[in-house]
């Protein structure tokens, strides 16, 4: 059984990853919009990978005898600058993210929760990974600059990274 404030907690981490996919459906759609499809893809991709995470902790707070919420959402921007303005945002959110989870996984600590600090094991290797695409997109497009041959050929190796975001859950 959850105590309260693990399911406090664990609330509030659904809402972010839910946002999170929201944030990244804009960036998708915004990217598309700019005729770049393979970062709109990847973007696509990754709101439902983001929707997936979510899903994963509404599933588990059931499971352990808690009620997940849905509650709403702020409405992310829809307008990024830039590619690299735009990987920027997404490595500040996950970032964001990565800390959201470590005070989960201290709260569970001082709960007493093992089942609960065992399942956000997933979230903190998942995280590293997440980290990491994004750090390692974002020194691309560093070298690229702004140049436009450039960002063609990046906007077509990003679309092999779709599908490499995350471990199978
Ligand atoms: Fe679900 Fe990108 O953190």
């Known amino acids: ?3 309260k404030k693990i399911e ?4 509030s981490q659904i809402q972010i990853e839910a946002q999170s996919s929201q944030v990244y459906l804009s960036m998708a759609s915004w ?7 393979g970062v709109a893809q990847f973007m696509y991709a990754h709101s439902d990978e983001e929707r997936m995470h979510m899903l994963k ?3 588990f707070v059931n499971e ?4 997940a919420r849905v509650s709403s959402l702020e409405e992310p921007s829809a307008k990024f600058g830039s590619f690299k303005d735009m990987f920027q945002t997404l ?4 970032v964001m993210v990565s800390a959201s989870i470590n005070d989960l996984v201290h709260i569970s600590l001082e709960e007493r929760d093992y089942a609960t600090h065992n399942f956000l094991q997933w979230y903190v290797a998942e995280q590293i990974e997440e980290e990491a695409l994004a750090r390692n997109i974002l020194d691309k497009i560093n070298l690229i600059g702004d140049d436009k041959g450039g960002l063609y050929l990046f906007d077509n190796d990003v679309k092999q990274l779709v599908g490499q975001q995350a471990p199978p859950a």
């Open 31 to 37: 990217a598309e919009n700019q005729g770049f499809e």
């Open 8 to 11: 406090k907690a664990l609330n």
């Open 64 to 67: 352990r005898g808690g009620h």
């Open 1 to 3: 059984m959850l105590s």
């Open 57 to 59: 902790l509404v599933k």
């Open 91 to 94: 490595f500040d959110h996950e």
